[in-house]
């Protein structure tokens, strides 16, 4: 149940969103992780949450490169003085540079909402074992 939080978790958050389900279940055979539960946490990104988890994978993940000294030119169509009224489908292609921020951002989230979700699933099946043994006795 721990692996798949964890790495659930973690692969939700990155931008690979055409082949997670493939990455889950390879991941899921080979460190013999809850498939269900596993599959299931890939959910989270959706159609409407996709947009803000990818905003903040970049966002967090052009800091990090920042706070590492590395420098990482920001995308053109995310400034804020960008003329949309220019945009062609053949600028689509230039948004391949968002990705290295965006896997780095979506390792920091995911890893972090990785190791919550197991503190409190630990938590929890501690709550659980506690009141169980408590209502035995009774």
């Known amino acids: 149940m721990i692996p798949a939080l964890f790495l659930g978790m973690w692969i939700a958050m990155l931008p690979i969103v055409s082949i997670q389900m493939f990455v ?3 991941l899921a055979i080979l460190v013999r992780a809850n498939l269900p539960l596993i599959v299931a946490l890939q959910w989270i990104s959706n159609p409407f949450t996709m947009g803000p988890i990818y905003f903040a994978d970049y966002k967090i993940g052009m800091e990090v490169f ?3 000294g590395i420098s990482y030119q920001q995308n053109k169509f995310l400034k804020p003085d960008y003329d949309w009224s220019s945009f062609t489908y ?3 292609l230039a948004l391949l540079d968002t990705f290295p921020p965006m896997l780095i951002g979506g390792s920091v989230i995911g890893v972090f909402l990785g190791v919550v979700a197991v503190f ?5 099946c501690n709550l659980y074992k506690s009141t169980d043994e408590d209502q035995s006795f009774t």
């Open 24 to 26: 889950v279940f390879i």
């Open 66 to 68: 920042r706070l590492l």
């Open 90 to 92: 053949s600028d689509l």
């Open 120 to 124: 409190l699933y630990k938590i929890s």
